[in-house]
């Protein structure tokens, strides 16, 4: 291979899934002027797209996933689930193909992939996109992809992988993407459970309409973000008595207040209350050892053990 064909190769790619991401992700490799062989499993997406560049457009539209892998060394998979994948590359060759997994799955799964990859004689990348169809391409939306498994196929390939968003590699464990990508989502559920349970609490309410509360939420939500720092100090020190704002017992009194005015406005207090009753666990197990902790304490009961 020349200078040229090198230039060639880094600059083509596959794409398998034309979804609303897979084609966030190939309009934009499109429009940074790479070549793409893209699948799909309904024909007709991977032919709209094809025509909506028109005859200049440098994308080819495979017939099999088969097909679509042997075009390219780097495949880049972005499918509904693991599930979807599999059956995508089932008895597909990978041999020397360099596969980048951007389907969300869990850890097990990327790690199951990465291994079943590496028998197929591929390098395994898998990647957590943190963001949405309209932040791929658009850098100051802010999204970005977590990466892990092979830093040799990562640092290879990564001036294209970054061509959507930015790439941050977090090891070579396979699963530690999926694993940040699950921990920021999960994070994520949690505050819109919490405003949803505050709008539903004002929510008809003469006086206080959901736009008089929106600034409000926004900037307690921001004050309040610095519990992500102090968590992690004391979960690392296990120091959980030190330097304490507001206490446990003090907390858990107060969840009452806040269950009662719930009950008051005709509220379910399903999305708030697992939380009180982990603080209220907390502080039985050994209130006199509990009751001047921060909440951080709580997160270490929620581990099964083994
Ligand atoms: N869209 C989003 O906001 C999020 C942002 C963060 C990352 N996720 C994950 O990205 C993966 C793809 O998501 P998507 O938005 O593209 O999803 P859909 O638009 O539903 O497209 C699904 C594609 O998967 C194909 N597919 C489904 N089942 C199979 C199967 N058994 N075999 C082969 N392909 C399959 C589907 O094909 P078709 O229905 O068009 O024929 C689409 O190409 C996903 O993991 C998100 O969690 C997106």
Redesign the pocket.
């Known amino acids: 291979m020349n200078d040229t064909d090198t230039t060639v190769a880094q600059r083509s790619l596959t794409l398998?899934?034309?979804?609303?991401?897979?084609?966030?992700l190939a309009r934009t490799w499109l429009a940074a002027g790479h070549s793409l062989t893209i699948w799909?499993?309904?024909a007709s997406?991977a032919h709209s797209l094809a025509a909506e560049q028109g005859a200049a457009g440098a994308v080819t539209v495979a017939a099999s996933p088969a097909e679509a892998v042997a075009a390219n060394r780097l495949v880049v998979v972005?499918?509904?689930?693991d599930?979807?994948?599999g059956?995508?590359l089932d008895g597909v060759d990978l041999t020397g193909k360099d596969l980048v997994n951007?389907?969300?799955?869990t850890p097990a799964e990327a790690r199951r992939r990465a291994a079943w990859s590496e028998a197929r004689g591929a390098r395994f990348v898998d990647g957590?996109?943190?963001?949405?169809?309209v932040m791929i391409g658009a850098p100051e939306a802010g999204g970005y992809v977590f990466y892990s498994g092979s830093r040799a196929l990562f640092d290879t390939h990564r001036a294209v992988l970054e061509v959507p968003a930015v790439g941050r590699f977090v090891g070579e464990d396979p699963g530690h993407a999926a694993l940040h990508?699950v921990a920021l989502l999960s994070a994520m559920y949690g505050l819109f459970a919490g405003i949803s349970h505050a709008f539903a609490l004002v929510e008809g309410e003469e006086g206080i309409a959901p736009k008089d509360l929106a600034p409000l939420l926004s900037e307690w939500l921001g004050a309040m973000g610095f519990f992500v720092g102090n968590a992690a100090e004391r979960l690392t020190s296990r120091d959980f008595t030190t330097g304490v704002v507001s206490n446990l017992a003090m907390q858990v009194a107060g969840s009452g207040t806040l269950l009662r005015t719930a009950e008051e406005q005709g509220v379910s207090a399903e999305l708030i209350a697992p939380y009180f009753a982990l603080m209220r666990r907390r502080l039985a197990a050994d209130e006199a050892a509990h009751a001047a902790e921060d909440t951080a304490g709580a997160i270490t009961l929620l581990k099964r053990a083994g």
């Open positions: 398998l899934g034309l979804g609303d991401m897979g084609s966030a799909n499993r309904t997406k972005c499918l509904l689930d599930a979807s994948v059956s995508a951007l389907t969300t799955g957590g996109i943190m963001g949405t169809p990508d």
